[in-house]
C-alpha cells in the first residue's frame, strides 16, 4: 500500500509566481489535511478537505492561498502571487476516517518551497 | 485553540540509554495524542499514539503515558540507538475546531551519541 505521495519535492518559484503542490492520499483515504511548516519550527493546520469538499481552512490564509480535492486527481494547494515568507514545507497527511479520535493522520514527505 | 509545548528542544543521550521528552497541552476536551518522528528531509511519520481512556502504551522501546489531570503526556525510548536520532513532535487535536486537525508542539531534536 503506498503512503501518501506529494509532488513536486522541491519547488522553487520567484516572486509573484504561481506555486501549485499536489498531495495523492493513501488509498482508500478521503480525508486530506495540509500543514506547513517553516525552519525549526512544528507543524501548523492549514486546511481540511474532503472529496470535493473544503471542511475547515481556519489555517489558512484569506489571500492568496486556495485548496481543492476534487472528486478525481490528487488534493491541490495553491499559492497564487508568492512571497518570500511563503518559503517553507508544505505537508499534506490523510487519514482514513474524519475526526483525529478516529482517524490516524499519514504524512506525505512534504514538498519544500523557495521563494527567490 | 489548543496550546501544545514540548521539552526539552533538544536531548543528546548516550547510546543504550532512555530519552524522555514531555508535553502539555490546554485543551482539556482533547482525547488523542500522537507522536511523530521526523527525520531529515522527511515527512513525519506517526510512531505511537495514545487515547484518553488509556494512562499509558508501550510498543517495544517506546512508550508513551497520559496525565489527563495535569494535561500532560511523555514519550519514552529505552535502550536508544543511533538510529532514533531525529527531530520528535507530541500533538493534540483542535477540539474546538471539531477535532479535524492537529496542533503540534515545537519539537525535540534527539541524538544518540554512539
Known amino acids: 500500500n503506498a503512503g501518501v505521495m506529494q509532488n513536486p519535492r522541491h519547488l522553487v518559484r520567484r516572486r509573484g509566481q504561481e506555486a501549485r503542490l499536489r498531495c495523492s492520499p493513501m488509498k482508500g483515504h478521503s480525508h486530506v489535511y495540509w500543514y506547513r511548516q517553516l525552519p525549526e519550527e512544528g507543524l501548523k493546520f492549514m486546511v481540511y478537505l474532503q472529496k470535493e469538499n473544503i471542511i475547515d481552512e481556519s489555517g489558512m490564509p484569506k489571500e492568496r492561498f486556495s485548496a481543492e480535492f476534487p472528486k478525481e486527481g490528487p488534493s491541490i494547494l495553491r499559492i497564487q502571487q508568492v512571497v518570500r515568507g511563503d518559503s517553507a514545507a508544505y505537508f499534506c497527511a490523510s487519514s482514513p476516517f474524519a475526526g483525529t479520535e478516529l482517524g490516524e493522520q499519514y504524512f506525505g514527505p512534504g514538498t519544500r518551497l523557495t521563494v527567490t | 485553540g489548543e496550546n501544545v509545548e514540548q521539552h526539552p528542544s533538544t536531548l543528546s543521550v548516550q547510546e543504550g540509554d532512555s530519552a524522555v521528552i514531555k508535553c502539555t497541552y490546554s485543551d482539556s476536551a482533547s482525547n488523542y495524542f500522537p507522536w511523530y518522528k521526523q527525520e531529515l528531509g522527511k515527512g513525519p511519520q506517526l510512531i505511537i499514539d495514545i487515547r484518553s481512556n488509556v494512562g499509558e502504551k508501550k510498543d517495544q522501546r517506546i512508550a508513551v503515558t497520559l496525565n489527563k489531570t495535569a494535561k500532560h503526556f511523555s514519550l519514552h525510548i529505552t535502550e536508544t540507538q543511533p538510529e532514533d536520532s531525529a527531530v520528535y513532535f507530541c500533538?493534540?487535536?483542535?477540539?474546538?475546531?471539531?477535532?479535524?486537525?492537529?496542533?503540534f508542539g515545537t519539537g525535540t531534536r534527539l541524538t544518540v551519541i554512539p
Open positions: 500533538a493534540a487535536p483542535g477540539a474546538q475546531t471539531g477535532a479535524n486537525n492537529l496542533f
